[in-house]
């Protein structure tokens, strides 16, 4: 009898969601109007009950709360259904097959609790000592159409803060660290590849309650349905490969239902491009996930699924730093070129110096981080690089 609870419990959980969805029988999606389905609706409103049942029960059991939610909204499930981190590779230093199935599958993981709660306010702290470095996006700036489910309000629009990686310590020291993060390593290692670079320029960015989100973008799709090299994950020899990844730091917490980031899961493998009135809200929204997130925790994602962030609902301002790698010898970004500004280099560690590196190949002296701290570097052999300087004129071709 236990078992069969159990197995019960378990089918309740999966396919809980998706019968949830069939019951729901929408009039309006976001204000569109939708049609009903009579028959099937009647058939998950019985199934719905039943389940509730089943959930409750499992609630008893399990401690847990019942599972609720609707489109544009996340549920707090079991880990391996929210894409969230384990905790075994904190110990192992590498990512768990586990932790692989989840980002092959979504395009995206969850890391819970990278920053404490002293980083965190610590964080804040220079955020709020710099309230003037940031700039609200208005008019042509806005990142969604007007009208659109994702426009919020119609005029609150996100507020963007670059350069923070240059500030004075110790307003910079939390938002450096996370170049180098010893939590973050094993998946930054796995997931773009040793001799990781930084690639954009770190941005740090606030949504207050009624702003706009930003309509669904990335894909391996440009807008024609071409491949797109510069946005692509694939799968070979059994690694991972990404050719822009993205790290999103949350400074604040995200509730369900509270808007944010969102991501269609999965669509880092997509074929077709997605269509207008999905990237823009207005169909498909029972197909966009938003994660719950606590501040602290980090969103790795590659940015080969189609994303994007849903209008601020929550009295509490939202506040994230968003970062993006790449391989050791790809570029998308140049803001590297000739070099980063100075500041950025002041009183920096040689770990973080290392991802701070143009795009070349590790075996060109390229310094590696070490998951157990430090670096290494392959070294080219000298009396090749001194041919090199004979013909080049400089030691590397």
């Known amino acids: 009898a ?22 729901s029988a929408p009039t309006k999606c976001l204000g569109v109007p939708c049609r009903s389905a ?31 939610g609707a ?46 709660p002293e980083e965190v306010e610590a964080a804040n702290s220079a955020i709020d000592a710099h309230e003037g470095d940031f700039k609200e996006r208005k008019g042509k700036l806005r990142n969604t159409a007007d009208g659109t489910p994702l426009a919020g309000d119609g005029s609150t629009g996100r507020s963007d803060c670059g350069g923070f990686l240059e500030w004075e310590r110790p307003h910079s020291s939390v938002f450096r660290s996370i170049l180098a993060h010893q939590r973050l390593l094993p998946y930054l290692h796995e997931l773009c590849g040793e001799g990781y670079r930084l690639d954009h320029s770190p941005l740090l960015f606030k949504q207050r309650k009624g702003s706009e989100g930003f309509s669904l973008h990335g894909g391996p799709l440009d ?9 692509q994950y694939f799968y070979n020899h059994g690694r991972m490969y990404n050719t822009l990844l993205a790290v999103s730091v949350a400074l604040s917490d995200t509730n369900p239902g509270d808007g944010g980031f969102c991501i269609v899961k999965g669509s880092h493998k997509a074929n077709f491009p997605m269509p207008a009135d999905m990237v823009h809200g207005l169909k498909h929204t029972e197909h ?33 730093a968003l970062y993006r790698f790449a391989p050791a010898t790809i570029a998308y970004g140049r803001a590297y070129y ?10 920096i560690t040689p770990e973080q110096r290392a991802v701070l590196e143009p795009p070349y190949s590790a075996r060109l ?3 590696i981080l070490k998951v157990e701290g430090g670096t290494s570097v392959q070294k080219r052999v000298g009396f090749k690089k001194d041919f090199d300087e004979e013909v080049f004129g400089t030691k590397y071709f």
Request: glycine share 6%; no cysteine.
């Open 338 to 347: 000739p070099q980063w500004p100075e500041k950025m280099y002041a009183e």
């Open 288 to 320: 966009v996930y938003q994660p719950s997130v606590s501040a602290g925790d980090v969103v790795i994602f590659t940015e080969s699924t189609f994303h994007g962030t849903l209008p601020w609902a929550s009295e509490a301002e939202r506040r994230v």
């Open 71 to 116: 489109a544009w909204t996340s549920t707090r499930t079991m880990a391996a259904a929210d894409g969230r981190a384990f905790s075994t590779t904190q110990a192992t230093g590498q990512m768990s097959a586990e932790e692989k199935f989840l980002f092959d599958t979504n395009g995206y993981i969850i890391v819970k609790g990278v920053l404490s």
């Open 38 to 68: 009579p028959s099937r609706a009647t058939f998950a409103q019985r199934s719905v009950r039943h389940l509730t049942t089943l959930q409750t029960s499992r609630s008893k059991i399990l401690g847990k709360r019942p599972l609720g």
């Open 2 to 23: 236990p078992f069969a609870i159990i197995a019960h419990l378990m089918l309740a959980q999966l396919f809980g969601p998706a019968v949830r969805s069939l019951s």
């Open 223 to 231: 807008e024609s349905g071409a491949w797109n090299p510069n946005l």
């Open 365 to 367: 002296d390229r310094p």
